[in-house]
Protein backbone atom coordinates (compact mmCIF):
# COMPACT_ATOMS: atom_id res chain seq x y z
CA UNK A 1 0.00 0.00 0.00
CA UNK A 2 1.55 3.41 -0.89
CA UNK A 3 1.92 5.59 2.00
CA UNK A 4 -0.04 8.47 0.52
CA UNK A 5 -2.96 8.02 -1.92
CA UNK A 6 -4.88 10.84 -3.43
CA UNK A 7 -7.51 10.67 -5.98
CA UNK A 8 -5.80 12.34 -9.46
CA UNK A 9 -8.97 13.74 -10.51
CA UNK A 10 -9.17 16.02 -12.47
CA UNK A 11 -12.13 18.00 -10.36
CA UNK A 12 -13.66 19.94 -12.54
CA UNK A 13 -15.82 22.39 -10.88
CA UNK A 14 -18.21 25.54 -11.51
CA UNK A 15 -17.16 29.04 -10.16
CA UNK A 16 -18.42 29.24 -6.67
CA UNK A 17 -18.86 25.48 -6.05
CA UNK A 18 -17.63 23.69 -2.72
CA UNK A 19 -15.26 21.31 -3.40
CA UNK A 20 -13.83 18.75 -1.12
CA UNK A 21 -11.11 15.58 -1.45
CA UNK A 22 -9.72 13.33 0.57
CA UNK A 23 -5.81 11.92 1.48
CA UNK A 24 -5.42 8.56 2.77
CA UNK A 25 -2.40 7.49 4.73
CA UNK A 26 -1.05 4.35 5.97
CA UNK A 27 1.38 5.32 8.92
CA UNK A 28 -1.00 5.35 11.88
CA UNK A 29 1.61 7.17 13.95
CA UNK A 30 1.85 10.34 11.72
CA UNK A 31 0.53 13.08 13.90
CA UNK A 32 0.76 16.17 11.57
CA UNK A 33 -0.01 16.97 7.84
CA UNK A 34 0.61 19.16 5.06
CA UNK A 35 -1.70 20.43 2.09
CA UNK A 36 0.95 22.36 -0.90
CA UNK A 37 -0.48 23.65 -3.96
CA UNK A 38 1.19 23.58 -6.91
CA UNK A 39 -0.40 25.87 -10.33
CA UNK A 40 0.18 24.29 -13.77
CA UNK A 41 4.25 24.67 -14.60
CA UNK A 42 5.41 25.99 -11.15
CA UNK A 43 6.94 25.03 -8.05
CA UNK A 44 4.46 23.48 -5.00
CA UNK A 45 3.90 26.13 -2.20
CA UNK A 46 2.61 25.35 1.10
CA UNK A 47 -1.14 25.80 1.71
CA UNK A 48 -1.94 24.73 4.93
CA UNK A 49 -0.50 22.29 7.94
CA UNK A 50 -2.89 20.52 9.93
CA UNK A 51 -1.61 19.60 13.58
CA UNK A 52 -4.66 18.35 14.91
CA UNK A 53 -8.22 17.78 13.99
CA UNK A 54 -8.09 20.23 11.70
CA UNK A 55 -7.26 23.66 10.49
CA UNK A 56 -9.28 26.58 8.87
CA UNK A 57 -7.88 29.46 6.22
CA UNK A 58 -10.48 31.58 4.55
CA UNK A 59 -12.31 29.75 1.91
CA UNK A 60 -10.07 26.18 2.90
CA UNK A 61 -10.66 24.10 5.23
CA UNK A 62 -8.43 20.91 6.13
CA UNK A 63 -9.74 18.18 8.75
CA UNK A 64 -7.71 15.38 9.74
CA UNK A 65 -9.65 11.59 10.47
CA UNK A 66 -7.26 9.61 12.37
CA UNK A 67 -9.66 6.68 12.84
CA UNK A 68 -9.64 6.77 9.07
CA UNK A 69 -6.63 7.73 8.54
CA UNK A 70 -7.67 10.20 5.95
CA UNK A 71 -7.33 14.37 5.76
CA UNK A 72 -9.43 16.20 3.75
CA UNK A 73 -9.53 19.71 2.20
CA UNK A 74 -12.70 21.06 1.82
CA UNK A 75 -12.77 24.90 -0.62
CA UNK A 76 -15.81 26.82 -0.44
CA UNK A 77 -16.95 29.61 -3.22
CA UNK A 78 -14.04 28.10 -5.68
CA UNK A 79 -12.61 30.88 -7.72
CA UNK A 80 -10.77 30.66 -11.04
CA UNK A 81 -7.68 31.19 -9.50
CA UNK A 82 -8.18 28.05 -7.23
CA UNK A 83 -7.54 25.71 -10.34
CA UNK A 84 -3.94 24.00 -9.36
CA UNK A 85 -3.09 20.54 -8.37
CA UNK A 86 -3.12 19.87 -4.22
CA UNK A 87 -0.37 17.70 -2.77
CA UNK A 88 -0.72 16.61 0.61
CA UNK A 89 0.96 13.93 3.02
CA UNK A 90 2.46 13.61 6.57
CA UNK A 91 5.12 15.66 8.45
CA UNK A 92 7.79 12.80 8.57
CA UNK A 93 11.13 12.83 10.92
CA UNK A 94 13.74 15.50 10.52
CA UNK A 95 11.48 17.52 8.14
CA UNK A 96 10.92 15.22 5.48
CA UNK A 97 7.89 15.37 3.52
CA UNK A 98 5.90 12.52 1.90
CA UNK A 99 3.81 13.31 -0.99
CA UNK A 100 0.72 12.30 -2.49
CA UNK A 101 0.54 12.09 -6.10
CA UNK A 102 -1.99 15.58 -5.95
CA UNK A 103 -5.05 16.08 -6.77
CA UNK A 104 -5.74 18.35 -10.37
CA UNK A 105 -8.58 20.88 -9.82
CA UNK A 106 -10.31 22.59 -12.15
CA UNK A 107 -12.46 25.57 -11.51
CA UNK A 108 -14.54 26.60 -14.42
CA UNK A 109 -16.67 30.06 -15.62
CA UNK B 1 10.91 36.59 0.73
CA UNK B 2 12.47 33.08 0.72
CA UNK B 3 14.36 32.52 -2.74
CA UNK B 4 15.63 29.25 -3.83
CA UNK B 5 17.15 29.18 -7.57
CA UNK B 6 17.84 26.61 -10.02
CA UNK B 7 20.60 26.74 -12.05
CA UNK B 8 18.63 26.14 -15.43
CA UNK B 9 14.75 25.98 -16.02
CA UNK B 10 15.28 23.57 -19.20
CA UNK B 11 18.07 21.21 -20.12
CA UNK B 12 18.62 18.34 -22.80
CA UNK B 13 21.55 16.29 -22.19
CA UNK B 14 22.38 12.85 -24.45
CA UNK B 15 22.46 9.35 -22.85
CA UNK B 16 25.86 8.71 -20.75
CA UNK B 17 26.56 12.61 -20.53
CA UNK B 18 27.49 13.38 -16.47
CA UNK B 19 24.77 16.24 -16.08
CA UNK B 20 24.97 18.84 -12.83
CA UNK B 21 22.23 20.53 -11.48
CA UNK B 22 22.29 23.55 -9.11
CA UNK B 23 20.07 24.74 -6.25
CA UNK B 24 21.03 27.83 -4.26
CA UNK B 25 19.04 29.10 -1.20
CA UNK B 26 19.40 32.38 0.35
CA UNK B 27 17.32 32.02 3.72
CA UNK B 28 20.59 30.22 5.55
CA UNK B 29 18.02 27.31 5.70
CA UNK B 30 20.05 23.94 7.60
CA UNK B 31 17.77 21.11 5.19
CA UNK B 32 17.78 21.34 1.64
CA UNK B 33 15.92 18.39 -0.49
CA UNK B 34 15.97 17.22 -4.48
CA UNK B 35 13.06 15.45 -5.48
CA UNK B 36 11.71 14.67 -9.13
CA UNK B 37 7.90 14.95 -10.38
CA UNK B 38 6.62 12.95 -12.88
CA UNK B 39 3.10 12.32 -14.19
CA UNK B 40 1.36 9.90 -11.86
CA UNK B 41 3.93 9.33 -9.45
CA UNK B 42 3.96 12.73 -7.42
CA UNK B 43 7.20 13.91 -6.01
CA UNK B 44 10.20 11.53 -5.17
CA UNK B 45 12.41 12.66 -2.67
CA UNK B 46 15.97 11.87 -4.11
CA UNK B 47 18.30 12.79 -1.51
CA UNK B 48 18.41 15.41 1.52
CA UNK B 49 21.15 17.31 3.65
CA UNK B 50 20.75 18.38 6.84
CA UNK B 51 24.09 20.26 7.09
CA UNK B 52 27.16 20.83 4.89
CA UNK B 53 28.96 17.78 3.88
CA UNK B 54 25.79 15.74 5.38
CA UNK B 55 23.38 14.00 2.77
CA UNK B 56 21.31 10.98 3.22
CA UNK B 57 19.59 8.99 0.55
CA UNK B 58 15.92 9.40 -0.21
CA UNK B 59 13.67 7.24 -1.74
CA UNK B 60 14.96 6.83 -5.25
CA UNK B 61 18.97 7.69 -5.13
CA UNK B 62 20.23 5.18 -7.74
CA UNK B 63 21.78 6.50 -10.70
CA UNK B 64 21.96 9.93 -8.71
CA UNK B 65 24.59 11.28 -6.06
CA UNK B 66 24.80 15.29 -4.46
CA UNK B 67 27.64 17.65 -3.08
CA UNK B 68 26.47 20.31 0.25
CA UNK B 69 30.05 22.28 0.35
CA UNK B 70 28.47 25.71 1.26
CA UNK B 71 25.02 26.04 3.39
CA UNK B 72 23.75 27.55 0.47
CA UNK B 73 24.26 25.21 -2.60
CA UNK B 74 22.84 21.90 -2.99
CA UNK B 75 24.02 19.95 -6.14
CA UNK B 76 22.36 16.93 -7.59
CA UNK B 77 24.31 14.77 -9.75
CA UNK B 78 23.71 12.48 -12.35
CA UNK B 79 26.90 10.44 -13.12
CA UNK B 80 25.75 8.10 -16.65
CA UNK B 81 22.49 9.93 -17.66
CA UNK B 82 19.82 7.88 -19.11
CA UNK B 83 16.09 8.37 -20.70
CA UNK B 84 14.68 7.21 -17.43
CA UNK B 85 15.89 10.11 -15.80
CA UNK B 86 14.25 12.65 -18.31
CA UNK B 87 11.93 14.49 -15.42
CA UNK B 88 11.26 17.38 -13.51
CA UNK B 89 13.66 18.22 -10.54
CA UNK B 90 12.78 20.21 -8.16
CA UNK B 91 14.75 21.85 -5.12
CA UNK B 92 13.81 22.79 -1.76
CA UNK B 93 15.23 23.78 1.50
CA UNK B 94 14.05 24.41 5.07
CA UNK B 95 14.76 25.23 7.83
CA UNK B 96 15.57 22.11 11.02
CA UNK B 97 12.64 20.80 12.52
CA UNK B 98 10.35 18.30 11.92
CA UNK B 99 7.14 20.43 10.54
CA UNK B 100 8.94 23.43 8.69
CA UNK B 101 7.92 24.69 5.37
CA UNK B 102 9.60 23.64 2.30
CA UNK B 103 10.40 26.07 -0.13
CA UNK B 104 10.97 25.05 -3.57
CA UNK B 105 13.00 26.52 -7.08
CA UNK B 106 10.99 27.10 -9.76
CA UNK B 107 12.43 23.47 -11.31
CA UNK B 108 14.70 22.05 -14.04
CA UNK B 109 12.92 20.24 -16.85
CA UNK B 110 15.57 17.74 -17.73
CA UNK B 111 15.51 15.66 -21.05
CA UNK B 112 17.84 12.90 -21.79
CA UNK B 113 17.83 12.10 -25.36
Known amino acids: RKEVEQDPGPFNVPEGATVAFNCTYSNSASQSFFWYRQDCRKEPKLLMSVYSSGNEDGRFTAQLNRASQYISLLIRDSKLSDSATYLCGPYNQGGKLIFGQGTELSVKP | DVKVTQSSRYLVKRTGEKVFLECVQD?????MFWYRQDPGLGLRLIYFSYDVKMKEKGDIPEGYSVSREKKERFSLILESASTNQTSMYLC????????????FGPGTRLTVL
Open chain 2, 92 to 103: ASSLVGGQSTQY
Open chain 2, 27 to 31: MDHEN
